[in-house]
């Protein structure tokens, strides 16, 4: 998820996966204007936190930086990882397949 006006598709995409599919594994991964989206509350952070139970969210260390957000800012849920490139790459050779809403 790269782009914040991208998070209320994905969320309804993720709802409806997790609603008819409870037991697939499922992780977003959140780089560029995306991280923007995980702060403070609202109504995407409450979904993405009701989501958290069943979906992993990865947010990308490099963009975390590059918009100057400090990642203890970000909810509990969200697991920061060193580049969000390499976490999509690292998904996939794990048999992810990468969906962009």
Same mark, same amino acid.
């Given at each position: 998820m790269n782009q914040a006006d991208r998070w209320p598709a994905a969320l309804a995409n993720l709802a409806n996966l997790?609603?008819?599919?409870?037991? &697939?594994a499922a992780r977003v991964v959140t780089n560029g204007?995306?991280?923007y989206a995980l702060l403070g509350n609202s109504d995407l952070t409450q979904k993405m936190a009701?989501? &958290?139970?069943?979906v992993e969210f990865q947010v990308c260390a490099?963009?975390?930086g590059e918009h100057h957000i400090n990642p203890d800012h970000l909810p509990y849920w969200a697991q920061v990882v060193p580049a969000?490139?390499?976490?999509? &790459?690292? &998904?996939q050779n794990e048999g992810y397949a990468y969906i962009k809403p």
């Open positions: 997790t609603r008819d599919y409870p037991d &697939a204007t995306g991280v009701l989501l &958290a139970q069943q490099n963009a975390l969000g490139i390499v976490a999509l &790459a690292e &998904a």
